[in-house]
């Protein structure tokens, strides 16, 4: 049995990913370790929990001794409209916190790490539609820079330490769990709260601007079955691009309103709009579908459906 570090348990993924590895694993073999957020009441009442500095390498050594770690969810980071407002926070958190986890895991001959990318890695010369695996890297925020460059250090760590490294690039990512954390796709979020609390929302891009974007559910999924994968069905070390649905903010209120009809949505584009304007707006993730197995459940519709649904009964 596996024993398990998810640091930055309390953000948007580490919510929702530490509550299914306590369900695969027990409660007992997951600690959670949270910074300034606080857990969930079900998180805080179901198993170990941790209260500490993320990128103090002494501080994670010490918990990896303490529960006998083998395996780290390294989900600490800064996304990117928040980065843009503190570079170098954004690289002590993004950056050296993950360089020491790779050391720790290399040192302790630890099992397996997991570290999220994100689509942020590519930038103004990636192709923008159906954008590859393997294609020009050329992020425009910290946060993009801290994700190529982190991407790099995995594939290094794995080629010349053997370190077990598995990442992910992540759409932008939905979810009824946790609120908004300072990323550039948050809207697609913070739109359901607005819509169900208020019937408007304003936007923060254009209604035409597509983006990649996953619904949580999808996205825990499978981060579990790429970490379940064997080793030899993992064939790219820096990050798998990974990918579900795509669509526009005008398509999103268009959906949200065969559900609450008098909903209206206007826009008003901030600095985000730059930001997103660098991104992709499809993702070919061919090769995570081919190598181990991935496929995504939820297309626009259901989401909408399923986080109306959700949200609803949080408002009660």
């Known amino acids: 049995m596996s024993n398990i570090l998810v640091t930055g348990a309390a953000g948007q993924i580490g919510s929702e990913l530490t509550k299914e590895l306590r369900e695969k694993h027990g409660n007992d073999h997951v600690v959670a370790l949270k910074h300034n957020k606080s857990l969930s009441k079900e998180l805080e009442n179901t198993g170990p929990s941790e209260q500490g500095d993320a990128t103090d390498k002494k501080f994670i050594e010490s918990l990896i001794k303490k529960y006998k770690i083998d395996t780290i969810y390294h989900l600490v980071g800064i996304l990117s409209a928040s980065g843009e407002k503190n570079p170098d926070t954004a690289w002590v958190v993004n950056i050296n916190s993950l360089k020491n986890v790779l050391d720790l895991a290399k040192d302790m001959g630890l099992k397996q790490v997991f570290w999220p990318s994100s689509i942020a890695a590519f930038g103004q010369s990636s192709p923008r539609d159906n954008t590859p695996q393997a294609t020009v890297m050329d992020p425009s925020t910290i946060y993009g820079i801290t994700k190529y460059s982190g991407e790099l250090l995995c594939n290094y760590y794995y080629n010349k330490y053997r370190v077990d490294v598995r990442s992910l690039r992540y759409p932008g990512l939905i979810s009824y769990v946790t609120p908004p954390g300072g990323g550039t796709t948050d809207y697609a979020v913070e739109i359901f709260y607005e819509a169900l609390e208020n019937k408007k929302y304003v936007c923060f891009l254009r ?96 989401m909408t459906k399923d986080m109306i649904v959700h949200i609803k009964k949080k408002l009660k």
Not at 280 to 290: C, E, K, L, V
Request: charged residues 30%; hydrophobic residues 35%; contains cysteine.
């Open 207 to 302: 209604e035409d601007t597509v983006l990649p974007m996953m619904y949580m559910s999808d996205a825990i999924k499978g981060t579990m079955q790429l970490m379940d994968a064997d080793s030899s069905q993992i064939k790219i070390r820096t990050s798998y691009n990974f990918s579900a649905i795509s669509f526009t903010p005008k398509e999103i209120s268009e959906e949200i309103k065969k559900h609450i009809p008098d909903f209206i949505c206007s826009y008003i584009p901030d600095r985000r709009q730059n930001i997103a304007d660098t991104w992709p707006r499809t993702i070919d993730d061919a090769p995570a579908r081919r190598d181990w197995g991935w496929k995504h459940e939820y297309d626009l519709p259901s």
